[in-house]
């Protein structure tokens, strides 16, 4: 019951279930996952990787103030969490500051260059770059989230959405990666 590692691996093992579908109610794994957090901070209020685990629960639940306050904390307490710098840039994405969030994503990017994450960073780089029109850059990071991660759906959905925003309907059709057809 106080062991720190335990509360956030759990709160991470909640959240995972919620957002993978792994969980009969999505709603009480998060709930869990929360809990989980809370109890993890409360148990160490100086734990970077509490405050992060607990920014990614709020997040979820789109609570947006406490998600700035803790990605916030996460940095205070540790400058090169590359995760919790990266919480920060996504914190601002969500609040509509997409060119605000991009320094963030460069920052966590050079802490940790090969982040199991990144292909999550470049996902996020790349919604970003549609916020703020540059559907070839969109397109751009869709790709390199793809190759650093190539069984993460959400970058292929960001591709398609890329190259119909940049008018290649044929292509996002299509979808990533497949020839056009041959002729018949």
Known sequence: PTVLEIWTNLAVAYQRAA???????REASLRLA?????RAVALDPRSADAHYVLGL???FQGDLDRLREASE???ALNPNHALGVAGL?????????????LPYFARAFRL????????IWHLWVGLASVMLGDDHKALEESKRSAAANPQYSPAFALQVSALA????D????RGPGRPPAAPA
């Open 73 to 75: 904390t996460v940095v």
């Open 170 to 173: 044929a292509e996002a059709r």
């Open 34 to 38: 929360r809990d989980a957090a809370e």
């Open 89 to 101: 840039g996504i914190y601002r994405l969500l609040d509509g500051r997409p060119r605000e969030a």
């Open 19 to 25: 957002f993978f579908g792994w969980s009969p109610s």
């Open 57 to 59: 629960m709020l997040r």
């Open 112 to 119: 940790s260059p090969r982040d199991p994450q990144r292909a």
């Open 165 to 168: 925003l940049l008018g290649r």
